[in-house]
């Protein structure tokens, strides 16, 4: 059970909400099997962009523009996704890193290393999301994206 509780604090931690666990076991000789569920539906997109009519043909719903829309909140639900999925992942190795006999961590990083190192991730991670915002820029494979999903509607 002391493991089942680590995984499902890191999942909760990590921002996976609608986890749990629950104890499966027999009643009659005490043993338990616990099962963590690492889920969240928070981040989850549907949208309806077309659909086939009676002759097979494909029918588009909605325009190139709001299709690029779409993708674009689409593809950053995917990225807070993979954040949250790396944040349960460095939860849990932290979790079960080895520890050294005098109780420290064995890769303790010194205070103005890991400063300096959260204010370069912080910097990059900006940087990133000024070039993602700038200018109308249009991502390749978003257009490729668009491309393809227009072309099943022709």
Known sequence: MDHAQKVLTA???AGFRE??????????????????????????????IGYQDDDGSNVALVDQQYLRTLIKIANERFKINFDRISRFRQALLQTYEPKLLN????????????????????????????????????????????????????
Do not use: C
Request: proline letters at 2%; aromatic letters at 4%; zero cysteines.
């Open 19 to 48: 986890s749990g666990a629950v104890s499966l076991g027999s009643p009659n000789t005490g043993d338990s099997n616990p099962m963590v569920a690492v889920r969240s539906a928070g981040y989850s997109f549907d949208s309806i």
């Open 103 to 154: 109780g420290t961590k064995a890769d303790w990083e010194d205070a103005d290393v890991r400063k300096r190192r959260k204010r370069e991730e912080g910097l990059a991670r900006q940087q990133a999301l000024q070039n993602q915002n700038s200018g109308g820029n249009v991502d390749v494979s978003e257009e490729a994206d668009v491309g393809n999903m227009i072309e099943m509607f022709s």
């Open 11 to 13: 999942a909760l931690t």
